[in-house]
């Protein structure tokens, strides 16, 4: 039980009785039995009342409430750009001449009023000042945001902040500046002066490719003050040239786009250097080149539409397939098809199996391979041999005639979405022939949607997906898809809804499942000042994880030597942190052992050089003059930060401030009283034993 002091003061003569009391019942006979005198007794039971009054006051653990005042001065920050650019933007002989002393000068004056907080910022922001302008990136909106999350309140007072105004990360400043509630005060840094250069702003490209496409690129190549100039822009592949283009620079400040197209002769992760030849009189080199990674993928999904005669669905459904990047589409009939099935990623049979085509051996060697199928029923077909697939729908009773059937989307369909829009268009499309019969949805498919006959409703399927552990199986129980296409033109101007549909349905069906028992995995690319970070995962023959086995890393750079590295548990998996890289192309190999059976895994990851403070050479002090204006601040060049001094000094509004709060004391924490209790009991044991008593 805790109480304050004055809850607790009403207790003390209660704690008193009970000192007294133990003392009278103590030493009440003690001048006759004990032999002591009167005068003596009563000492020795005033200490003893003394000492246990105060026990027992304190084990009440009382409480002591202090008012603490505390003034506080009117905090000042300073945030000084630690980033490589102000070197490159003009202000080298400043940063390693005079003005460390000055900002060092500016802290010093500021101190003796304001509570002077010091940062360098760049990428993130770190405590104190350096000049060693090795930052990587800048993020000035960052900075703020660390000072508005430190010291937002009424002890912000102002905010001293440096640099060349160039930032190329994190978000604009302008309205972080404007939640500080302080003025904002800007030491320009840098050259304004537009300089002769070429700037190489960027490459637009795909992060994926696919063997055997032309990937495009398209190069953003900017010209300051060179008018008239030409020069070379070319695509680099291991130093050698596969697509480049001369280009004329027009006007003083000339931007231009230039489209290139590069064919990827392997898989893999493909370096691409995009390079812009040098001219005489550049401010800078560094900004002509910039590498692109693009991942080239072996892996495209081969899908087969096999028909029992021409249709036009099958050149709907090859025209839909074109647009879907990484599916490649063959079409044939089943009186000619001689191909291996096994080889493919996805059938599509239309009207198939027929009484004139059973297709048997084809389509045990697609179940072998555990193929999927999307069948489209057809008049003609041999239902009692597309029962025996159980591929989902069952279909009885045919009678070789058909009925119109229009989709009913159902709106619990689960295996991919369908947006509003998509929805609405396949409920309005034509209808489709279906087979006259009655139609049944097995156990394990789901409707995509049913039919409806007229203005009914049925429960029978229209579309169909059947996924029965790891193989898929898709019904559309009528043929005119093409009709679908052909509306969706009509109605919308363009066949994105029918080509989704299908797109959605390929995907599902092809859907490649990873059997792998041994998988490392980590991110295609890294910047020098990202830490490189491995993740694996081993399973067991029930593809459980274990992470009982050991897994070595070798990691071989472009000079070829090798870093060794070992994968630590992490969870259910593996993880390694090989740290931070120098920019360049990285092989690397994984190897581990489980239940007496060797795994490997081998890729490439490629680490980028960070570029982004060279690509500028122009201060941008436009910044720094908005930021002022917006906050009441002042902007001043290196050598002018006394004006600084003054204007903080003359705000009347940054005065200390004095904070009173209370604070409890816990009397039983006090030492003295420990020992004052221990002293009353000390002298009542010596005054006893003196006078031959214990």
């Not at 300051?224 to 070379?232: L, N, Q, V, Y």
């Not at 201060?619 to 204007?647: C, E, K, S």
């Not at 005065?655 to 209370?662: E, F, G, L, T, W």
Request: net charge negative; hydrophobic share 45%.
């Amino acid at each position: 039980m805790n109480l304050t002091t004055a809850h607790s003061l009403w207790l003390a003569p209660l704690c008193l009785l009970l000192g007294l009391g133990l003392a009278w019942w103590l030493y009440r006979r003690a001048a006759g039995q004990e032999g002591f005198s009167r005068n003596l007794s009563l000492v020795l039971a005033a200490c003893r009342a003394l000492a246990v009054a105060l026990i027992a006051f304190f084990l009440l653990e009382p409480m002591v409430r202090i008012l603490v005042r505390e003034v506080r001065k009117p905090v000042v920050v300073v945030l000084h750009d630690g980033s490589s650019s102000v070197m490159a933007a003009g202000d080298t002989a400043a940063i390693r001449g005079t003005y460390p002393a000055e900002l060092a000068e500016l802290q010093e004056k500021l101190g003796d009023r304001f509570d002077v907080r010091a940062f360098t910022y760049g990428e993130s922001v770190a405590d104190g000042i350096s000049f060693a302008q090795t930052g990587a990136l800048t993020d000035v909106d960052g900075a703020l945001r660390e000072v508005y999350d430190r010291f937002n309140g009424p002890d912000l007072g102002a905010v001293i902040i440096d640099g060349d105004g160039i930032y190329n990360r994190g978000r604009d400043p302008r309205s972080t500046a404007d939640k500080l509630g302080a003025p904002v005060f800007a030491i320009a840094l840098g050259d304004t002066t537009v300089r002769p250069d070429l700037v190489l702003r960027g490459v637009e490209h795909n992060r994926i490719g696919y063997l055997g496409n032309e990937l495009p690129l398209l190069v953003k190549l900017e010209g300051r003050r060179m008018a008239g100039t030409s020069t070379r822009v070319s695509i680099l592949q291991g130093g050698k040239e596969v697509a480049g283009r001369d280009v004329v620079l027009n006007g003083r400040a000339a931007f231009v786009e230039l489209p290139f197209t590069v064919k990827p002769e392997r898989a893999g992760m493909q370096r691409y250097t995009v390079l812009v030849r040098p001219v005489q009189g550049e401010a800078t080199e560094v900004n002509n080149r910039m590498d692109v990674l693009i991942d080239v993928l072996d892996d495209r999904q081969k899908v087969l539409l096999l028909g029992a005669a021409p249709h036009p669905d099958l050149g709907a459904l090859r025209l839909a397939l074109g647009g879907l990047d990484g599916y490649g589409t063959e079409l044939a009939f089943a009186a000619d098809f001689a191909g291996d099935v096994s080889t493919y990623d996805l059938v599509i049979l239309h009207g198939l199996p027929s009484p004139k085509h059973p297709i048997q051996p084809l389509l045990q060697k697609a179940d072998a391979a555990g193929v999927p199928i999307c069948y489209i029923l057809a008049l003609g077909m041999d239902f009692n041999g597309f029962n025996t697939r159980a591929a989902g729908v069952q279909v009885s009773a045919a009678r070789g005639s058909a009925t119109d059937a229009q989709a009913n989307v159902n709106k619990d369909f689960s295996f991919f979405t369908l947006d509003p829009d998509q929805t609405r268009a396949i409920e309005r499309f034509p209808p489709l022939q279906v087979p006259f019969g009655q139609f049944e949805l097995g156990r394990s498919a789901t409707a995509l949607a049913t039919q409806r006959i007229g203005m009914v409703n049925t429960p029978y399927p229209l579309i169909a997906l059947s996924q029965q552990q790891e193989r898929r199986t898709a019904v559309i129980a009528g043929e005119g898809l093409w009709r679908w296409r052909i509306n969706d033109l009509q109605q919308n101007g363009d066949h994105a809804r029918f080509d989704r549909l299908v797109h959605k349905l390929v995907q599902f069906l092809a859907l490649k499942v990873n059997k792998e028992r041994f998988r490392v995995e980590h991110a295609p690319r890294y910047s020098e000042n990202e830490r490189v970070v491995f993740t694996a995962e081993l399973y067991n023959a029930t593809f459980e994880p274990v992470n009982t086995a050991e897994v070595t890393l070798a990691l071989k750079d472009e000079e070829g030597r090798d870093h060794m590295h070992t994968f630590s548990p992490s969870g259910t998996g593996y993880r390694a942190d090989v740290g931070r890289l120098p920019a360049g192309a990285y092989t690397w190999a994984a190897r581990t052992k489980a239940d007496g059976t060797a795994y490997a895994a081998s890729g490439e990851l490629h680490v980028e050089a960070l570029v982004a403070e060279q690509l500028s050479t122009v201060a941008d002090h436009g910044l720094w003059h908005d930021l002022a204006a917006r906050t009441n601040g002042a902007v001043v060049m290196p050598g002018g930060t006394d004006a600084i001094v003054q204007a903080i000094e003359a705000r009347p509004d940054l005065v200390a401030r004095s904070y009173a709060h209370p604070s409890f004391s816990d009397l039983i924490g006090l030492r003295w009283l420990f020992f004052a209790i221990l002293g009353l009991l000390t002298c009542e044991w010596v005054l006893r034993r003196r006078n031959g008593a214990y």
